[in-house]
Nanobody, 114 residues
Framework: QVQLVESGGGLVQPGGSLRLSCAASRIIFSSYTMAWYRRSPEKQRELVASITRGGSTNYADSVKERFTISRDNAKNTVYLQMNSLKPEDTAVYYC????????WGQGTQVTVSS
């Protein structure tokens, strides 16, 4: 069974930074476009960023110029560097393939608050 394990969340002040990681197991990681999603009490789960097998990236308008997605195929890991964080970025962050082909992991909580 595929496992997706997110980590790196926490409490940060507005303007701060966090780096999220997602380790995938039991998949041919390099074959997939991977993505980060987030869900907050106010919103349904939304796509935040994605990265293709070749490294091309796309971002939601709300995070452009602030977030950077990257991947390390040798480590089966996808990352999300989040800078200039805002309170509205508060959410549980999840990774999955683009299109969410696999069961969701537990996610990692990001709270942006002063």
């Amino acid at each position: 069974q595929v496992q997706l394990v997110e980590s790196g969340g926490g409490l940060v002040q507005p303007g701060g930074s966090l780096r999220l990681s997602c380790a995938a197991s039991r998949i041919i990681f390099s074959s997939y476009t991977m993505a980060w999603y987030r869900r907050s009490p106010e919103k349904q789960r939304e796509l935040v960023a994605s990265i293709t097998r070749g490294g091309s990236t796309n971002y939601a308008d709300s995070v452009k110029e602030r977030f950077t997605i990257s991947r390390d195929n040798a480590k089966n890991t996808v990352y999300l560097q989040m800078n200039s964080l805002k309170p509205e970025d508060t959410a549980v962050y999840y990774c999955n393939t683009h299109g969410a082909a696999f069961d969701w992991g537990q996610g990692t909580q990001v709270t942006v608050s002063s």
